[in-house]
């Protein structure tokens, strides 16, 4: 691809609240994203809560012509619920799995039976490779007391480095999807640091759509107001994030958002408005031939590294947090546990007593000795799947809070690696004979 060419991409991230007998108006809703879809011919189309597969089937006949490329992302209990489509072919897609995603008792909230993820499909773009990405992190519910934070925490530290290994070879890296995140949570702060994606809606040269870009506004009729407070007007989760590399050069043109109902309908699309960016793709004059991009930390000057240091220490903060609650959880389950198996054995000693009794007649009501017993193996069944259930996601915790505390000491020796400190007040390398400072690799 010559300098001078440039290359225009339009994509379209929308969660299309898509879960059938339950969601209001699917079917018609469906028809309707598909109309658009077809009429606005974006390039490529990320959609996240598509839970039925025969909606996937349906879509993919009606964009068969504008959008001949697809995939559907399978996985958990009733399916990720993600889905691409595309104007290029579609190479090596590809399913990654969250190691945390909830509570499977939590069945009103329904997270862990959908089996969160993020998606990837390769695409060739004018002769440029692009990593396109489409994910769906944990849902929030309650800001306040927010049950599932180590679990997004870890689902955002998961998706940079799922993002960070697959695209060594790739030109243009794009993300789209409901992060369930507001711009400057944790894990947002977390994932856009450590990969250096960009947000398409600050980068936008315009933008066209909601007050503040949010996605999930209080006119939107299949939304309750409450759960938006303390929020009134609005939050922003879904997100088209992106970057270029030291070879190709990326920009966001335009961006927009749906607002509500759309003309010539009562209702909207989805409880989310879409998003969609117009991004140019540009290669760039000043790249080295053969040169591969760096990682963002390698890049960053001493202050943006300090930050991500402080960012990843802070997710450690919260993944500990998370430790504890869970080693709690699995205790409570083990002394139940215990509690049910005494039961059991009192009902074995409640069977034995016939045996030594002198009269014919059994001494205690066989209904109460029958419903004991039920009682006994339920609790022992429950607690038993949960003691395993909560010793897995200690592990994930356990895992993933190594993962950041090894991290920290490789982002520490970089940062001292810097001939000039970063802004911090401590010194980088401590006098000789001093004992090592707070920037020191934890053991």
């Known amino acids: 691809?010559?300098?001078?060419?440039?290359?225009?991409?339009?994509?379209?991230?929308?969660?299309?609240?898509?879960?059938?007998?339950?969601?209001k108006l699917c079917s018609q809703r469906y028809q309707m994203i598909a109309e658009m879809l077809c009429k606005e011919e974006h390039d490529i189309v990320l959609l996240q809560e598509v839970w039925s597969e025969k909606d996937y089937l349906y879509l993919k006949k009606k964009l068969a012509s504008s959008h001949p490329h697809s995939h559907y992302f399978k996985s958990g209990v009733i399916g990720s619920g993600l889905a691409i489509f595309s104007k290029h072919r579609i190479h090596d897609p590809?399913?990654?799995r969250y190691s945390l995603n909830g509570y499977p008792y939590m069945a009103h909230h329904g997270d862990w039976f959908g089996g969160k993820a993020v998606g990837m499909a390769i695409l060739n773009i004018g002769g440029l490779i692009a990593n396109i990405y489409v994910t769906h992190l944990h849902a929030e519910y309650c800001r306040e007391k927010d049950t599932y934070l180590a679990h997004r925490v870890v689902q955002a530290w998961?998706?940079?480095?799922?993002?960070?290994?697959?695209?060594?070879?790739?030109?243009?890296v794009i993300l789209g999807g409901d992060l369930n995140m507001h711009p400057q949570d944790l894990g947002n702060r977390l994932l856009r640091s450590?990969?250096?994606?960009r947000d398409s809606y600050l980068e936008a040269a315009q933008f066209d759509g909601c007050e503040n870009g949010i996605t999930l506004i209080a006119d939107n009729p299949f939304i309750s107001k409450k759960e938006l407070i303390p929020f009134e007007k609005g939050i922003r989760i879904d997100y088209i994030l992106f970057k270029g590399?030291?070879?190709?050069?990326?920009?966001?043109?335009?961006?927009?958002t749906t607002k509500g109902s759309v003309p010539d309908?009562?209702?909207p699309y989805s409880d989310h408005e879409a998003l969609t960016a117009q991004l140019r793709l540009k290669s760039s004059v000043a790249a080295e031939a053969g040169g591969d991009k760096q990682?963002?930390?390698?890049?960053?000057?001493?202050?943006?590294?300090?930050?991500?240091?402080?960012?990843?220490?802070?997710?450690?903060?919260?993944?500990?947090?998370?430790?504890?609650?869970?080693?709690?959880?699995?205790?409570?389950?083990?002394?139940?546990?215990?509690?049910?198996?005494?039961?059991?054995?009192?009902?074995?000693?409640?069977?034995a007593v016939p045996c030594f009794a002198l009269g014919p007649e059994q001494p205690f009501p066989r209904t109460s000795f029958y419903l004991l017993a039920a009682l006994c193996f339920a609790i022992l069944l429950s607690t038993t799947l949960l003691y395993i259930f909560y010793t897995m996601e200690l592990k994930a915790l356990q895992g993933a809070e190594d993962q950041m505390r090894l991290a920290v000491g490789s982002l520490q020796e970089k940062l001292r690696g810097f001939p000039s400190g970063p802004p911090h007040n401590a010194p980088l390398r401590p006098p000789e004979g001093e004992?090592?400072?707070?920037?020191?690799?934890?053991?």
């Open 1 to 23: 691809m010559a300098n001078a060419d440039c290359v225009g991409v339009r994509v379209l991230s929308l969660n299309c609240w898509g879960i059938r007998y339950l969601s």
């Open 295 to 351: 990682p963002t930390a390698q890049d960053s000057p001493a202050g943006k590294l300090a930050e991500l240091v402080d960012i990843v220490t802070e997710a450690r903060t919260e993944v500990k947090v998370g430790l504890h609650c869970a080693e709690r959880m699995r205790y409570t389950a083990a002394r139940t546990g215990v509690m049910g198996l005494v039961l059991l054995f009192l009902e074995l000693a409640i069977a």
């Open 245 to 256: 590399t030291s070879k190709t050069n990326i920009y966001c043109d335009f961006m927009s």
């Open 158 to 172: 998961e998706l940079q480095q799922f993002i960070r290994h697959t695209s060594a070879g790739a030109d243009v």
């Open 94 to 96: 590809f399913l990654y």
């Open 265 to 267: 309908h009562p209702f």
């Open 435 to 443: 004992k090592p400072n707070a920037l020191e690799p934890e053991e």
């Open 194 to 197: 450590y990969t250096g994606l």
